[in-house]
């Protein structure tokens, strides 16, 4: 490992130079079978086709030119996401967190045109999203919080899953503008919240005139059997954040809102010098294409499901097993211990996985992977799993 690099990862020994579809080889010519997707962005797999070749098209004619000028693939991502998500109006940048940034920026606007001095978003407990200050600020997480104080202010925090403990903040509090939650937890483990409870908290910000912001930046994108997991509820949300898979690997994010909050920018109030280039825009349109074409929203859902009912089958008597939960292809499996470890373990045998909250195997696998890689990572997850029994002090 270089000494220059800083100090922020615990990278897995093995570097991979090469990819396709749902393999990845190092450069030592292994493959590995990927579970992971570089965390929920590979969702076509690697090296796909047609995203490399409108890549290496576009490389060849413009990467950038500045928000200058009009940019029209920009302009045609962003139709393509306001008639996926309903919204009305798209902000371009290059990151997760810069989606949240952009909402949060727009949330003190609108709660300013309000009349509110201080508006506070609700937030939940265990939630991420992501790492600069104001984005870490509304992070659930300590771990993520802690030595980067002071955080920016402003936000109330709720357990994640109870609409009643948002209504009794709703109650006490006058100086709230917005909810902002993931739909489905996707660093605290994968957590599905009850049914209705989205459809609740947008009761109740329609009561109190607040906006609901989704974070979907890992479950959005067909990952969990529809475009945005939101809409496993039909809810219509003021503000969407999407980022990781929009080009599958080209970084690009984006804020999507509706309403007044989508008028909330005026030239000058927001912006970026690479966001929305005509790379990553044009990428972006393809992978939404592809996307849609190939109704990768579907498939997820069909092997997602077939994944879970056999991880529940198999690790269901498992006395280390706490949990498996999951919607389409973003699936956690709780075990009842430390499980870091089963990173390398995995790894040694081929196949790539995560594991959050220290206790959870976290598995996103690219939407693509057929039947038979399907079941390939459930037989070795679950091997993983059952050795645990046998040798408890790995
Ligand atoms: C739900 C959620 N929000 C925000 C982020 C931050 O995204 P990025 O790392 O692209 O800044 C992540 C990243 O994992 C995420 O999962």
Redesign the pocket.
């Known amino acids: 490992m270089s000494q220059h690099l800083m100090n922020t990862y615990a990278p897995l020994p093995v570097a991979f130079v090469r990819g396709e579809g749902a393999w990845l080889w190092d450069d030592q010519g292994t493959r590995y079978l990927d579970a992971i997707s570089g965390?929920?962005v590979c969702s076509l797999g690697h090296a796909h086709p047609q995203v490399a070749g409108v890549i290496a098209e576009q490389a060849g004619l413009l990467l950038h030119s500045g928000n200058l000028v009009r940019i029209p693939w920009q302009e045609r991502a962003a139709d393509r996401l306001a008639e996926i998500t309903g919204m009305d109006r798209v902000f371009f940048g290059n990151?997760?967190?810069?989606?949240?940034e952009c909402a949060l920026k727009i949330c003190r606007l609108v709660g300013h045109a309000r009349g509110q001095e201080n508006p506070g978003v609700i937030v939940m407990e265990h939630?991420?999203?992501?790492?600069?200050l104001a984005?870490l600020s509304a992070t659930g997480s300590r771990k993520v919080q802690a030595g980067f104080e002071p955080l920016v202010g402003g936000f109330v925090r709720a357990p994640f899953g109870d609409a009643e403990a948002v209504r009794t903040i709703a109650r006490r509090r006058g100086d709230i503008g917005a909810i902002l939650l993931?739909p489905i937890?996707?660093?605290a483990g994968i957590r599905v919240p009850p049914p209705g409870y989205l459809a609740a908290l947008r009761a109740v910000c329609d009561e109190h005139g607040w906006l609901l912001i989704v974070?979907?930046?890992?479950?959005g994108l067909c990952r969990t059997g529809k475009w945005y997991a939101h809409q496993h509820e039909e809810v219509l949300p003021d503000i969407l954040?999407t980022?990781?898979a929009l080009a599958n690997g080209l970084?690009v994010?984006a804020c999507a809102a509706r309403g007044a909050a989508a008028e909330a920018f005026t030239p000058g109030r927001h912006g970026s010098t690479f966001g929305g280039n005509p790379l990553v825009t044009r990428a972006a349109c393809t992978v939404l294409d592809i996307m849609r074409a190939e109704d990768l929203a579907g498939r997820a859902a069909q092997t997602g499901e077939g994944m879970l009912e056999s991880f529940r089958r198999r690790l269901g008597p498992h006395p280390a097993l706490r949990d498996v939960r999951g919607r389409g292809l973003m699936i956690g499996i709780e075990l009842d211990r430390d499980v870091n470890h089963l990173k390398l373990a995995a790894l040694q045998r081929g196949l790539l996985i995560n594991v959050t909250h220290d206790k959870v195997i976290r598995l996103l696998p690219p939407l693509i992977i057929d039947a038979s890689q399907a079941e390939q990572i459930v037989d070795g997850v679950c091997a993983l799993v059952e050795e645990l029994v046998d040798h408890p002090d790995d």
Do not use: N, V, W, Y
């Not at 974070?215 to 479950?219: L, M």
């Open positions: 965390l929920g990151s997760g967190a810069e989606a949240i939630s991420f999203h992501g790492r600069t984005a993931e937890q996707g660093e974070d979907e930046i890992q479950s954040t980022a990781k970084p994010g």
